[in-house]
């Protein structure tokens, strides 16, 4: 455990710029004193888009890589063209720094809403491949805009991707009380992608035999995430399938702005990046409207994965027993990062 | 509108025979006397396949192909390796007879369960994209079972294939009250794929300026699928977007035990075929537990095809009857489709 943290901060666009600051403010507050945090902030997303035309130029790439983690905030904007900071900035530092672990916890506090009626217990995570899949920008079109066009996107998967991911998926399944797995796929239909991810899961399932395992395709997993959400522990999935799960997700376990995610690589090789699962809500920006939680919670898994487990609780600890006191009245964004730097402090 | 129909049956593995009996029964019943039905059955499914290795024999296609329409149960069983007989039947049906117009309405009934808290009001119709998408076949895999291996599927999207259907469901959108259509992909990451839905849709708004459109990612949308699902009239997506949200369309209004849904050619160049949304369900086929009513109201959507609006408008008003009148004590399969035929007949 390192006893300083020289922090990436992207705050990007929108409210990504509110609730990085209240991530920031409860990452000072739970940090013990003798903790060096050193923070630098890039600009990067559509303001310095529009400035200069750049996403992610080489040289901040580089300087990014030296950090010892990243936080970001959201990343898009409508006045820029879709895919164009999507793809330049925030998949650009997910694939630069092989952030194979897309970890996105999903846990119904006590006293949130959820849509769903009879408030099922909800407690897992989802382990989302993140380097691989349809989002490796591998595809093309032909004849663009013309009655003939043909446009492809081709989903890549490797067995050296698709093991590594499930074998992390394992152990932390290992590591939880219930010790369960659920591979979600589509291998009736997604046959040759379906076929690798089952295959491995399956050979490295003999090497846990006390981790029971499960398989859904997809479309049955968004089934039971609203009829009986409890039956899931971890669970392990593709690209684009976890990004389409985690948000539903995140809908049944009290909304967007409490989901909290990490794109990590686990070998240390590169910063890992921590961030909230919601986008840039150009709609209620500069307000002081937004949740910072997600954010906040963020934070937490980032110090979880530089070694801070104590200050990791700690956060989440302070989390549950603010949302708890929670009477629906309205607190704006920097009210509640107080209330929980107020909380985690020492 | 034919005075005679004739009908390739199709009732499959597990429990399709079951629900298919009731909603042969039902169309009996509902049937003018005028109406000449005739029928006809393919044993096609898991048994033929463990018999004879075939799934779907080109004599039999050739077959099919001269009925009026067909009418599906379930296909798929534990003992057949997953994909055979998905790819080499269902699918084989869908893209042989150029079903690109997957279409499933997801309607909340009266006195119907819904995970949902508050009963929002739900009537929204999905338009699902059927013979393009991640759905072709198209991919591979190479140094299959080595530590090397490469596994591919790529999603075809076509100006022509998009086109039509998006076309389709402005048409949908345009005679329903509301006039509303969202457009659901993820353009944000695929977007070769996402452009071409994207310009398609926009272009065909144009023609359409009483329709108030919308985009949503698809990630996006699986949230507002259960905190609003009230915001949705139609939905045109990509077939593999459409197969995994109309999952959870069925789950959130009252189950896949309603769903219904109608692969169209809309051209009559070829059979449509009417199938419920829910899958064999081994588990409890043989027992008289399925509840055929999407079956029943798959066989709606049939008459309605064939031109017997009237005829589709009774057998739904006859489910919305029977549901309102359910009081939860099971009723065996047989007793819903009897209850159903009586509603219903003339
Ligand atoms: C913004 C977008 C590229 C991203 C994704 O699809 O991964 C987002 O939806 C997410 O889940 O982090
Ligand atoms: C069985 C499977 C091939 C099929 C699909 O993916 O289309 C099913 O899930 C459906 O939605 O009809």
Redesign the interface.
Known sequence: MSRSINLAVIPGDGIGQEVVAQGLKVLNAVLPEDVKLETKEYDLGARRWHRTGETLPDAELEAVKEHDAILLGAI?DPSVP??VL??GLL?KLRFAFDHFVNLRPSKLFPNTA?????RPEIDFVVVREGTEG??T?N???L??????????????????GV?RVVRDAFARAQARPRKKLTLVH???????????W??TFDKVAAEYPDVTTDYLH???A??F???QPERFDVIVTDN?FG??????A???TG??GLAASGNINPTGAFPSMFEPVHGSAPDIAGQGKADPTATILSVALLLRHLGYEAQAARIEEAVSADLAERDGTARTTDAIGDALAGRVAG
């Not at 959820?114 to 009879?118: D, I, K, N, S, V």
């Not at 004849?143 to 050296?160: D, K, L």
């Not at 589509?186 to 690798?196: C, E, I, T």
């Open positions: 898009g879709s895919g999507e793809r998949l959820t849509p769903l009626a009879g349809p989002y920008g595809g093309g079109s004849r663009t805009g013309t009655p003939a066009e043909v446009a492809t996107e081709v989903s890549v998967n490797t067995a050296y093991e589509k291998n009736n239909v997604l046959v040759f992608a379906g076929h690798l089952k295959n997809v479309d049955a968004t089934i995430f609203v009829t684009l990004d389409i799960i985690t948000d539903l995140a809908a049944v909304g967007i």
